[in-house]
C-alpha cells in the first residue's frame, strides 16, 4: 500500500539575520504529461490511521508560544468565507520548524494565505498552474523557495506549511476558503476543524449566518466535549445568527492543573432556512442571481433499485460485515410501491433475482438472508455486472412493471478496479453508457482507496448519478447508511429551471434529472441590465400526482439593499456562488470530456474564472511570495491518482508577466476585474495596468508590467477640480474624476479626494457616474440608480489611457534616505532623472476601512516627469469634457 502521495515535501532550513530565507524542497511533481487512463499505475491508498489523526495539530513545534488562533465564518445565503488566524512566537533558545495546518473540507476552494515572519510579509495569488510553478522554480533554483502541501484525510483536505525560524521570531499565519454550503436530509452543515493542540490565550471562533427569507431551525451540537457544553453562545433573529466559542485558557485544560488543551474536534453549525414556497427562492446582487428550489410536503415517486455489489476476495473481512450491515437496513427502508434486485460479483456475476420485484416483507426478509450467506472471494468483474444491472432495468420496462411515475437507479458498491472480463476502463465506461437509458442513473460508492474513484466519479457522472468516497474503517455501515438516505425520497424527474427570455447570461446547469427530499437544487448566472427590476424564473417537473409548472419572481435591487445594511453579510457572495458553481460544473464535464479539444476548452474556462475569482482549483495554483517575489511557496492541489481529475494544464497559453503587491484582508472583498485578478496580490496579466486611485490628494498607483515595478504619485490639486483620467476622441470616450475636500484640515491642511468618477461614451450617449453613495446611469432616456453593493461594466474595444504604452523606465542608486524605513533612488523616464522614494501607499478598493498596502517607488510634485506636461494641463471644466487634442 502506497501512503498519502505529497505533491511537495516541505523543508525551510534556516532564516538568516539578516531577514533572508534559505529555502530547500524535495519530493515529486504532479505529472505534467498524463497518462492514458487505462495504462496509469494501479496506485493504492490509505485512510489516515488513528494515531495520524491524533498528531495533527493545528500550531506545530517543540517550545512555541500561540498567541492567538482565530476562526471566522461568514455565511450568507449559504454561501461561507472562512478565514483562520494564528500568531506564534518561537520561544525556544534556538532555531525551529514552526508548522501551521489546517484542514479544511474537500469541496471548499482556497482563496489566499498570507504569511508575515519577523515582519517579511508573503501574500499569496492564485496563476494558472504551469506560471505558478515556473516561478516557484526560478525560485527553487536560486535555493529561494519553500512549499506548501494539502493532502487528503477523509471529507477534509488539510493545507501545511512550516518555516524555520530563529529564537524570538514572530509569525502571522492567515488562510482563507470559500465554500457553498449543500443541503442534505434537510440541513445544511457548516463544520470547522478544531484542533490548536496546545492552549492558547486569545481563542475565539465566531461564525455569522445571513439568510435574507429567515432561519427556520438552527442547532449547534456540543461535539467538543461536555466541558464546552455551556461556552457556545448562539444570538439568533429572525434572519441572523451569531455563534460564538470563546474559553479562556484555564476553560481550555483537559483538566485542573493540566497544560494541553482540550479541543479537538469538529465545531458544528447546522440551519435550514424558511421557505415561503415550492416555486423556490430567487435572489439578487451585484447583478448575479442565485436561485434555491428545495420543494417538501410533496409525495415520494416509487424507485426502482438494483443493488449491484462487490464481493471479490479484497471485501473480505470488514468491508464485507460492514455493507451486509447496511444494506440490511437499506433493505428495511424499502416502500412497497417500490421495486428491488440484488446482483453480486467477483469474477463471476450472480443475481438474488433475475427481474426487478415489489419490496414486500417476504422479498425483503428473503434478499436479507440472501446477503447474509454472502462469502468474498475471487476477482472483479465490474463490466459484466453493471450491464446486467442496467440489462434488468430495461426488461422491466419493456415489461411495463416500471411505472412512469418512478425513479429507476443502479446502486453499485465496490473497493477494487476490475480483473476480470473487460478490464479498460474506458471501455466500460462505453458499454454501460451503451446499455443505460435516459431514464436511469447510475450511483457508485468507492470504499477505502483501493478503488479508482475517478472512474466511478466519470461513470456516475456520465449516467445522471454521482459517486461517494466510503471509508474503510468501522462507521463504513453508517457511511453507507447515510448516502442512500440522501437519495432515497425522489420528490421530483425531469426537473427544468427557466427565465424570461433576455433577462439572463451565463446560466449554470438548468435541468436536473432527480430532485430528492432533504437536498437542494441551485442555479446562478448573470442579470441583464434593463428598464424592469424584477427577475422571474420558471420551475417545471414530474411528480407523483402529475406534471408541476412554478414560478417566483424578485426584485433585482432589494437585497443589494439589504446587504448594505448587514454588519457581518458577505457582500460579494452572489458572484463569487456563481463562480464556484460555474467551476464545479467545468470540472465536472471535464473529467467526461470526449475529445482532447474539448478539453482543452474547458481548462481554458476553468483557469480563467479561477483566475478571477481567486480559487484554488486542479488547474490552479497558490504563489505566495514575500514583497520582492525572491522567496516564494506554492500551494498545489494534491495528486490524488484516486480522484486526480485534471492534470494537463500545460495546454494552456504560455507565461506571462507578474505584478506583486499586498493583499487586503479578504473578509468582504468583492469579486476582482480581469485586470486586478488576485484582489491585489500578486497578479497574472499581460495587458497593460488601470490607474488605481486610492486615498489622498488624491493618489495614483501605475504597475509598469515590463518593468515589474509600481509607481505612485500625488496630485495636489484643489477641491471642485475635474481631473481627466482616460480620454479619448476618436472612440469617444471619457474618464474625469471631481475632487472634494476632508470635512477637517490634517496638519493645517484640508486633503482632497475623489467624489465622483464619471465614464461617458459620446457615440451611444451613455455615462456612468459613481458617487460616494450611488452609482448611476444613463443611456439615452434611461436612468438608472444603483446601490454600492451593484456593479455595471461598460466595455468598448480599442480604448487606451496615457499609460497604455509603458514607458521605459530604470531605477538605480539605491540608497538609504532621511527616513530608514524609505529607501531613496533615481528613476530616469521619459528622459528626466527623478529623485524617487520606496515606500506604502494605501489602496482602499477592497477594504474601504483600513486599506491595504502596495509598495512603490513614489514621485514627488504631483508626478512631475513622468506624467506628460503639468498636471494642471488635465483639469477640465465638467464631467463630460474630452482633454484638448495638443
Known amino acids: 500500500?502506497?501512503?498519502?502521495?505529497?505533491?511537495?515535501?516541505?523543508?525551510?532550513?534556516?532564516?538568516?539575520?539578516?531577514?533572508?530565507?534559505?529555502?530547500?524542497?524535495?519530493?515529486?511533481?504532479?505529472?505534467?504529461?498524463?497518462?492514458?487512463?487505462?495504462?496509469?499505475?494501479?496506485?493504492?491508498?490509505?485512510?489516515?490511521?488513528?494515531?495520524?489523526?491524533?498528531?495533527?495539530?493545528?500550531?506545530?513545534?517543540?517550545?512555541?508560544?500561540?498567541?492567538?488562533?482565530?476562526?471566522?465564518?461568514?455565511?450568507?445565503?449559504?454561501?461561507?468565507?472562512?478565514?483562520?488566524?494564528?500568531?506564534?512566537?518561537?520561544?525556544?533558545?534556538?532555531?525551529?520548524?514552526?508548522?501551521?495546518?489546517?484542514?479544511?473540507?474537500?469541496?471548499?476552494?482556497?482563496?489566499?494565505?498570507?504569511?508575515?515572519?519577523?515582519?517579511?510579509?508573503?501574500?499569496?495569488?492564485?496563476?494558472?498552474?504551469?506560471?505558478?510553478?515556473?516561478?516557484?522554480?526560478?525560485?527553487?533554483?536560486?535555493?529561494?523557495?519553500?512549499?506548501?502541501?494539502?493532502?487528503?484525510?477523509?471529507?477534509?483536505?488539510?493545507?501545511?506549511?512550516?518555516?524555520?525560524?530563529?529564537?524570538?521570531?514572530?509569525?502571522?499565519?492567515?488562510?482563507?476558503?470559500?465554500?457553498?454550503?449543500?443541503?442534505?436530509?434537510?440541513?445544511?452543515?457548516?463544520?470547522?476543524?478544531?484542533?490548536?493542540?496546545?492552549?492558547?490565550?486569545?481563542?475565539?471562533?465566531?461564525?455569522?449566518?445571513?439568510?435574507?427569507?429567515?432561519?427556520?431551525?438552527?442547532?449547534?451540537?456540543?461535539?467538543?466535549?461536555?466541558?464546552?457544553?455551556?461556552?457556545?453562545?448562539?444570538?439568533?433573529?429572525?434572519?441572523?445568527?451569531?455563534?460564538?466559542?470563546?474559553?479562556?485558557?484555564?476553560?481550555?485544560?483537559?483538566?485542573?492543573?493540566?497544560?494541553?488543551?482540550?479541543?479537538?474536534?469538529?465545531?458544528?453549525?447546522?440551519?435550514?432556512?424558511?421557505?415561503?414556497?415550492?416555486?423556490?427562492?430567487?435572489?439578487?446582487?451585484?447583478?448575479?442571481?442565485?436561485?434555491?428550489?428545495?420543494?417538501?410536503?410533496?409525495?415520494?415517486?416509487?424507485?426502482?433499485?438494483?443493488?449491484?455489489?462487490?464481493?471479490?476476495?479484497?471485501?473480505?473481512?470488514?468491508?464485507?460485515?460492514?455493507?451486509?450491515?447496511?444494506?440490511?437496513?437499506?433493505?428495511?427502508?424499502?416502500?412497497?410501491?417500490?421495486?428491488?434486485?440484488?446482483?453480486?460479483?467477483?469474477?463471476?456475476?450472480?443475481?438474488?433475482?433475475?427481474?426487478?420485484?415489489?419490496?414486500?416483507?417476504?422479498?425483503?426478509?428473503?434478499?436479507?438472508?440472501?446477503?447474509?450467506?454472502?462469502?468474498?472471494?475471487?476477482?472483479?468483474?465490474?463490466?459484466?455486472?453493471?450491464?446486467?444491472?442496467?440489462?434488468?432495468?430495461?426488461?422491466?420496462?419493456?415489461?411495463?412493471?416500471?411505472?412512469?411515475?418512478?425513479?429507476?437507479?443502479?446502486?453499485?458498491?465496490?473497493?477494487?478496479?476490475?480483473?476480470?472480463?473487460?478490464?479498460?476502463?474506458?471501455?466500460?465506461?462505453?458499454?454501460?453508457?451503451?446499455?443505460?437509458?435516459?431514464?436511469?442513473?447510475?450511483?457508485?460508492?468507492?470504499?477505502?482507496?483501493?478503488?479508482?474513484?475517478?472512474?466511478?466519479e466519470r461513470i456516475s457522472m456520465e449516467n445522471r448519478g454521482i459517486a461517494r468516497r466510503i471509508y474503510a474503517n468501522q462507521d463504513a455501515a453508517e457511511q453507507i447508511r447515510t448516502f442512500y438516505s440522501q437519495v432515497s425520497s425522489p420528490l421530483l424527474k425531469e426537473v427544468a429551471i427557466h427565465f424570461t427570455e433576455g433577462t439572463v447570461t451565463d446560466v449554470t446547469q438548468t435541468y436536473f434529472d432527480k430532485y430528492f427530499g432533504g437536498s437542494e437544487l441551485v442555479v446562478a448566472g448573470k442579470v441583464q441590465l434593463s428598464e424592469s427590476t424584477t427577475l422571474t424564473s420558471f420551475t417545471t417537473a414530474a411528480a407523483a400526482s402529475g406534471d408541476l409548472t412554478l414560478h417566483t419572481d424578485t426584485d433585482v435591487l432589494e437585497l443589494d439593499t439589504q446587504l448594505t445594511m448587514q454588519q457581518h453579510s458577505f457582500t460579494g457572495f452572489a458572484r463569487q456562488m456563481w463562480a464556484y458553481l460555474t467551476i464545479k460544473q467545468l470540472i465536472r464535464e471535464r473529467a467526461v470530456a470526449s475529445t482532447v479539444g474539448k478539453k482543452r476548452k474547458i481548462t481554458k474556462q476553468i483557469t480563467e474564472l479561477a483566475l478571477q475569482h481567486s480559487f484554488v482549483t486542479p488547474l490552479t495554483a497558490l504563489l505566495v511570495e514575500n514583497e520582492d517575489a525572491t522567496e516564494r511557496l506554492l500551494a498545489d492541489s494534491p495528486k490524488d491518482p484516486r480522484q486526480g481529475c485534471c492534470t494537463g494544464g500545460h495546454a494552456l497559453p504560455g507565461p506571462v508577466d507578474v505584478v506583486y503587491s499586498r493583499p487586503p484582508p479578504w473578509v468582504q472583498t468583492p469579486t476582482p476585474t480581469p485586470s486586478s485578478q488576485a484582489r491585489g496580490g500578486p497578479v497574472a496579466t499581460a495587458l497593460p495596468s488601470t490607474v488605481n486611485i486610492v486615498d489622498n490628494d488624491p493618489h495614483f498607483i501605475i504597475h509598469l508590467p515590463r518593468s515589474n515595478m509600481d509607481v505612485c504619485f500625488n496630485i495636489d490639486s484643489k477641491p471642485g477640480h475635474i481631473l481627466s483620467l482616460v480620454s479619448d476622441a476618436g472612440t469617444g470616450v471619457v474618464v474625469n474624476g471631481q475632487l472634494i475636500s476632508s470635512k477637517q484640515p490634517h496638519r493645517g491642511k484640508l486633503n482632497t479626494y475623489f467624489g465622483i468618477i464619471s465614464v461617458y461614451y459620446q457615440p451611444e450617449g451613455v455615462s456612468v457616474t459613481v458617487h460616494t453613495d450611488r452609482i448611476t446611469i444613463i443611456a439615452g432616456r434611461t436612468h438608472q440608480s444603483f446601490t454600492w453593493s451593484a456593479t455595471a461594466e461598460i466595455t468598448q474595444a480599442g480604448v487606451t489611457g496615457q499609460f497604455s504604452r509603458e514607458p521605459e523606465v530604470s531605477v538605480s542608486n539605491v540608497h538609504p534616505g532621511p527616513n530608514p524605513l524609505k529607501k531613496e533612488a533615481t528613476m530616469e523616464v521619459k528622459g528626466h532623472k527623478l529623485q524617487v522614494t520606496r515606500g506604502w501607499q494605501k489602496d482602499y478598493r477592497h477594504d474601504s476601512k483600513r486599506g491595504f498596502n502596495v509598495y512603490c517607488w513614489f514621485i514627488h510634485n504631483s508626478g512631475k516627469g513622468f506624467i506628460d506636461g503639468h498636471y494642471s494641463d488635465y483639469i477640465l471644466p465638467g464631467l463630460s469634457s474630452f482633454l484638448p487634442t495638443p
Open 1 to 456: 500500500m502506497r501512503g498519502l502521495l505529497l505533491l511537495l515535501l516541505l523543508g525551510l532550513l534556516a532564516l538568516h539575520q539578516s531577514s533572508c530565507f534559505e529555502f530547500v524542497i524535495d519530493g515529486e511533481w504532479e505529472d505534467e504529461e498524463p497518462e492514458a487512463p487505462d495504462h496509469q499505475e494501479r496506485h493504492k491508498r490509505a485512510t489516515l490511521t488513528s494515531e495520524e489523526e491524533e498528531d495533527f495539530e493545528a500550531v506545530r513545534g517543540d517550545d512555541i508560544t500561540v498567541k492567538s488562533y482565530r476562526v471566522e465564518s461568514r455565511i450568507t445565503s449559504r454561501f461561507a468565507h472562512t478565514s483562520i488566524r494564528s500568531s506564534v512566537t518561537n520561544s525556544g533558545s534556538r532555531a525551529q520548524s514552526i508548522g501551521f495546518s489546517v484542514k479544511i473540507p474537500k469541496r471548499a476552494f482556497i482563496s489566499n494565505f498570507t504569511m508575515n515572519v519577523n515582519g517579511i510579509t508573503f501574500v499569496g495569488s492564485v496563476k494558472e498552474k504551469t506560471v505558478a510553478r515556473r516561478l516557484y522554480a526560478q525560485a527553487t533554483a536560486r535555493n529561494k523557495a519553500a512549499g506548501i502541501v494539502r493532502t487528503n484525510s477523509q471529507d477534509l483536505e488539510t493545507f501545511n506549511t512550516e518555516v524555520h525560524v530563529p529564537p524570538g521570531s514572530n509569525i502571522e499565519f492567515e488562510l482563507h476558503y470559500q465554500e457553498m454550503m449543500e443541503r442534505r436530509l434537510g440541513w445544511y452543515e457548516h463544520s470547522l476543524h478544531l484542533q490548536p493542540g496546545r492552549l492558547v490565550p486569545k481563542f475565539q471562533v465566531d461564525v455569522y449566518i445571513y439568510e435574507p427569507k429567515g432561519i427556520s431551525t438552527l442547532e449547534v451540537p456540543n461535539t467538543l466535549g461536555e466541558q464546552f457544553a455551556e461556552l457556545i453562545n448562539v444570538t439568533r433573529s429572525k434572519d441572523k445568527a451569531h455563534i460564538v466559542f470563546k474559553p479562556n485558557i484555564n476553560q481550555q485544560r483537559k483538566c485542573k492543573n493540566c497544560t494541553s488543551s482540550a479541543i479537538n474536534g469538529v465545531f458544528s453549525v447546522n440551519y435550514d432556512v424558511t421557505r415561503d414556497s415550492n416555486a423556490g427562492e430567487l435572489q439578487v446582487s451585484d447583478l448575479h442571481f442565485i436561485h434555491f428550489f428545495a420543494p417538501s410536503n410533496l409525495s415520494p415517486l416509487p424507485k426502482n433499485i438494483v443493488f449491484v455489489i462487490d464481493v471479490s476476495g479484497s471485501m473480505w473481512g470488514v468491508k464485507m460485515k460492514q455493507t451486509v450491515e447496511a444494506m440490511k437496513a437499506i433493505l428495511d427502508d424499502l416502500k412497497i410501491e417500490d421495486r428491488f434486485s440484488i446482483i453480486d460479483f467477483n469474477h463471476n456475476v450472480r443475481c438474488w433475482n433475475e427481474d426487478l420485484v415489489p419490496a414486500s416483507s417476504v422479498m425483503i426478509t428473503d434478499a436479507k438472508r440472501y446477503i447474509q450467506d454472502i462469502k468474498p472471494n475471487g476477482g472483479t468483474n465490474i463490466n459484466e455486472a453493471l450491464i446486467r444491472a442496467a440489462q434488468m432495468l430495461v426488461r422491466a420496462s419493456n415489461q411495463g412493471f416500471i411505472n412512469s411515475r418512478s425513479v429507476s437507479m443502479i446502486i453499485l458498491v465496490s473497493d477494487g478496479d476490475p480483473t476480470v472480463g473487460e478490464i479498460k476502463l474506458s471501455k466500460i465506461q462505453k458499454n454501460v453508457k451503451k446499455v443505460m437509458t435516459k431514464d436511469f442513473s447510475l450511483f457508485s460508492l468507492g470504499i477505502g482507496f483501493d478503488v479508482d474513484y475517478d472512474f466511478l
